[in-house]
């Protein structure tokens, strides 16, 4: 059950969590020989995009992704395509893609997992409805760093992430992550966790739009199931809700203050 248990953990953090798009992936947690390339492309059919807290389409989505890893080190390209008008009026078109680089340390620190790595975002589609306003003014990059705790990961796994913006935004978001796995049978690998971020001063004010305090963001609560349909190709289920946090968010420019959607994704593991 290791790819199923692998692609799980990818969904959780995927559609669980990033966006619950993050708009990454980070696989090396569990694999087969680090020395062996290893290629899989997914795609993913979401009812709505959400950000960090931040709804940004209301109408289905198309993510598509393409993941490649070898010796510890993933590089993954991720898009949306907004299939219906999103909160900017992009619609039919990419709005977005993001290319992320990310390595797991060859460190053995109590079974815990470092993570590190940048991403790189970019709109290619900008709209001018809200005054290109938040992510969709200029490109920018995140660099980040990853702590998995991996000692209880039968029961649970907690993790915290830390983004820094050394582009647009200037500022800091970190993400707690709990999620409890469970495999049901061979080919079945179910899973549910809670997240919550933290943004400082300069990134809320930055993607929220005015000025707010630092403070909690987004809380998302979420759930996966993925299935082994057969050699290579793995199915899997994702059902979210999230909430913005009002104390430290003043102004929503976006579709929602809470939203819950799911999505299906198919990916190929060559």
Do not use: C
């Amino acid at each position: 059950m290791k790819k199923a248990m692998i692609f799980g953990m990818v969904a959780v953090w995927v559609a669980g969590v990033a966006s619950a798009q993050d708009d990454m992936v980070m696989v090396g947690q569990g694999g087969s020989d680090a020395s062996e390339v290893q290629v899989t492309v997914e795609a993913a059919l979401v009812s709505s995009h959400v950000w960090r807290g931040q709804v940004l389409n209301n109408d289905f989505v198309i993510q598509p992704q393409l993941t490649v890893e070898q010796y510890g080190v993933s590089l993954n390209l991720w898009g949306n395509y907004d299939l219906g008008k999103n909160w900017i009026g992009v619609s039919s078109d990419f709005s977005e893609f993001n290319l992320s680089l990310a390595y797991t340390l060859p460190l053995d620190i109590n079974d815990i997992a470092i993570d590190i790595g940048v991403i790189g975002y970019h709109y290619p589609a900008n709209g001018t409805g809200a005054g290109g306003l938040g992510i969709n003014k200029q490109s920018t990059t995140e660099l980040f760093a990853k702590a998995t705790i991996l000692s209880i990961k039968d029961y649970i796994i907690p993790s915290v992430t830390m983004f820094g913006d050394v582009d647009e935004a200037n500022g800091v978001y970190i993400l707690f992550d709990v999620v409890a796995p469970y495999q049901v049978s061979d080919y079945l690998w179910v899973e549910g966790g809670i997240s919550a971020g933290w943004g400082n001063t300069s990134y809320n004010d930055y993607y929220w739009v005015g000025i707010h305090d630092e403070g909690w963001n987004d809380y998302n609560f979420y759930g996966t199931a993925s299935y082994e349909i057969m050699e290579n190709v793995t199915a899997a289920l994702n059902l979210t809700y999230t909430l913005v946090e009002g104390g430290s968010i003043s102004t929503n420019p976006y579709e929602a203050n809470e939203k819950f959607y799911g999505g299906v994704n198919i990916a190929y593991d060559f």
